[in-house]
């Protein structure tokens, strides 16, 4: 009688020597296959022929000698492994996020035997039940939370973010601008630029905290807050940093390359006031000291570049459609061509940025936005806006965008006979915006002369500001502050992106702001009425429940009237307080 074949492996399987690139390939075939994209089967050949591999890599293009590995995937494999390491710091071991290395063929290998069985051994039949019997499974290790290395991107945000939510003043968010300042001084590495040889910066770890459910992102433009889950960890960090600290072990900072150089003692005084408000608090009465710009532009730093709405470029005949840029080049003002969310014409300052060793391109350069924004009309543009209703959404977004210098650009040219108002009504609407809304209404006669008031524009601008040492700030910090003055050296300015972002006409709004686009649908309604019905009533809700209290139909057709708008602070009168009851109030359609 044969022997009976022994069952199981013999051999043990080796232990996969990239469990970082299996498990990035896994990641992103099973995206592939949730989408349905064929990609996933590259994906899985190229699986394939890495976990047959013997031999660690240790970057993407190393992996351009196996089968089916092209210049795509060894592309994107190093752009991840850069990622990896901004997170996790750059001497973290390529095995830092398997949790336990995977196996060649995705199962756990036997251990070896070396007892050799006989058909003439009585026990041979218990030695085969034996080997038959599942080996016992192992207890598996918890999985290691996320931790993210002292001083890396994730670190600072975390902290930054924490040491915010426990001051009094806080607003329960920071924008993107304000993180990248508040976090700066806690990270190694730079938020906005990055090193010689590598695109990511410090802010590429916010996507990791945002997928490890840390911190949270709503909002246009992007607003970040702590998760509980987020909160929880920035105590154990801060917790973990003070003991260091009381040990004389705490890491020494270092200013990252491009970025401006920060007190020596600003962690600890970050790290002191995320311990708690008391601190904070203990800092004397008084007015709070203005934060610190995220960037200064000094004199001889920065040119004065005019912006131009790139639809400015295509309206009107093909023939006409580069006709202001060709007057801008022949005047020889320097300008850029991009979108904007507002206005027709900005300038910014833009900084003069010099190549970097080690860089092919040059850096970003930062841009601040200066105090004008143009709006340019035609007659027949001011016709068709005042119909449909764009005129006055226009010049409330350009009141709230946070310049405090808008001007009309009004070009008169050819005949308003045949626009569908008439020309005494286009006046008044322009004598209206000056007036009424504040804004400086120039008048032009046709393209070429509306081209020489920008270029004297820009002239002007190069002489009020050239001198000047601009400082950055946020959308909310510009509410409170003073126009440029002429006997200042130094003014605060918005940056460019900032302000552009914060103009997003199709942005996510609150229940505040969507009233108040309601209320300024009413005929009659200019933007000053509503805000001032909205001082007393920020949400229908509250005005319905106002209109609800009144005891007599009367008394809500005159809850309005009393109210105070606009400069000379008159009332808004019985008329038009009982056309807001109708509306609200009456449960069918109006009459």
């Known amino acids: 009688m044969a022997a009976p074949r022994r069952l199981g492996r013999k051999k043990p399987v080796p232990a996969c020597p990239n469990p970082l690139f299996v498990q990035w390939l896994t990641e992103w075939r099973d995206e592939a296959a949730e989408k349905g994209k064929?990609?996933?089967?590259?994906?899985?050949?190229?699986?394939?022929?890495?976990?047959?591999?013997?031999?660690?890599?240790?970057?993407?293009?190393?992996?351009?000698?196996?089968?089916?590995?092209?210049?795509?995937?060894?592309?994107?494999l190093d752009e991840r492994l850069e990622r990896h390491r901004a997170e996790q710091g750059a001497d973290a071991p390529l095995e830092a996020m398997g949790g336990g290395s995977p196996s060649m063929g995705g199962q756990e290998s036997d251990p070896p035997s070396t007892e050799h069985h006989s058909t003439n051994n009585p026990s041979a039949s218990q030695t085969l039940l034996g080997d038959l019997e599942p080996p016992p499974t192992r207890k598996p290790r918890p999985p290691r939370g996320y931790i993210p290395a002292?001083?890396?991107?994730?670190?600072?945000?975390?902290?930054a973010l924490y040491k915010d939510s426990t001051s009094p003043h806080s607003r329960g968010f920071l924008m993107k601008s304000e993180l990248q300042r508040a976090a700066q001084p806690l990270c190694d590495k730079s938020f906005t630029l990055g090193d010689p040889g590598?695109?990511?910066?410090?802010?590429?770890s916010v996507g990791t905290l945002i997928r490890r459910e840390l911190v949270l992102k709503t909002n246009v433009p992007a607003r970040f807050s702590l998760t509980p889950q987020g909160l929880a960890l920035a105590q154990r960090l801060v917790a973990a940093e003070q003991a260091l600290i009381s040990e004389g072990r705490a890491p020494e900072p270092r200013t990252p390359q491009g970025a401006e150089p920060t007190h020596p003692?600003?962690?600890?005084?970050?790290?002191?006031?995320?311990?708690?408000?008391?601190?904070?608090?203990?800092?004397?009465?008084?007015?709070?000291?203005?934060?610190?710009?995220?960037?200064?532009?000094r004199p001889g730093q920065f040119d004065i570049i005019l912006c131009?709405?790139?639809?400015?470029?295509?309206?009107?005949?093909?023939?006409?459609?580069?006709?202001?840029?060709?007057?801008?080049?022949?005047?020889?003002?320097?300008?850029?061509?991009?979108?904007?969310?507002?206005?027709?014409?900005?300038?910014?300052?833009?900084?003069?940025?010099?190549?970097?060793?080690?860089?092919?391109?040059?850096?970003?350069?930062?841009e601040l936005a200066l105090d004008y924004i143009v709006e340019r009309k035609r007659m027949a543009d001011l016709c068709g806006s005042i119909i449909d209703g764009r005129f006055r959404e226009q010049k409330f977004r350009l009141h709230r965008?946070?310049?405090?210098?808008?001007?009309?650009?009004?070009?008169e040219s050819g005949s308003t006979q045949h626009l569908s108002l008439p020309e005494s009504t286009l006046q008044q609407a322009a004598t209206s915006t000056q007036v009424v809304d504040g804004?400086?209404?120039?008048?032009?006669?046709?393209?070429?002369?509306s081209a020489a008031y920008l270029t004297i524009m820009t002239r002007h601008l190069n002489s009020l500001y050239g001198n000047k040492t601009l400082m950055s700030c946020t959308k909310e910090e510009s509410q409170g502050r003073c126009p440029l003055q002429p006997n200042s050296n130094s003014c605060t300015l918005m940056t460019f992106q900032e302000f552009n972002e914060g103009a997003v006409k199709n942005k996510a709004q609150t229940v505040r702001e969507v009233f108040a686009r309601q209320l300024m649908q009413i005929s009659g309604v200019s933007g000053e009425k509503a805000a001032a019905i909205l001082e007393r009533y920020s949400t229908p809700a509250s005005l319905l429940a106002a209109y609800s209290a009144c005891p007599d139909p009367e008394s809500r057709d005159k809850l309005l009237s009393t109210i105070k708008c606009g400069k000379l602070q008159r009332n808004l009168g019985p008329t038009l307080s009982r056309t807001l009851s109708q509306l609200y109030c009456s449960p069918g359609p109006l009459s």
């Open 150 to 159: 002292p001083r890396s991107g994730g670190y600072a945000v975390l902290l």
């Open 439 to 449: 804004f400086f209404v120039k008048r032009t006669r046709d393209l070429r002369e």
């Open 38 to 76: 064929k990609t996933q089967f590259v994906y899985q050949r190229a699986l394939g022929s890495l976990q047959r591999y013997p031999l660690p890599l240790r970057s993407g293009s190393e992996a351009a000698i196996l089968q089916n590995f092209g210049d795509w995937i060894c592309r994107r």
């Open 198 to 204: 590598n695109r990511y910066t410090a802010w590429a």
């Open 308 to 366: 131009v709405d790139f639809i400015e470029t295509m309206g009107g005949p093909a023939a006409r459609k580069q006709d202001l840029l060709a007057e801008l080049r022949r005047n020889a003002v320097p300008f850029d061509v991009r979108k904007l969310h507002v206005g027709d014409f900005v300038w910014v300052a833009r900084e003069r940025v010099q190549p970097r060793p080690g860089q092919l391109h040059l850096p970003p350069a930062r």
């Open 265 to 297: 003692a600003g962690e600890e005084k970050l790290l002191d006031g995320a311990l708690g408000p008391q601190e904070g608090a203990a800092g004397g009465s008084g007015g709070q000291r203005p934060p610190d710009p995220e960037f200064v532009l």
């Open 401 to 411: 965008c946070g310049l405090c210098h808008p001007v009309y650009l009004l070009e």
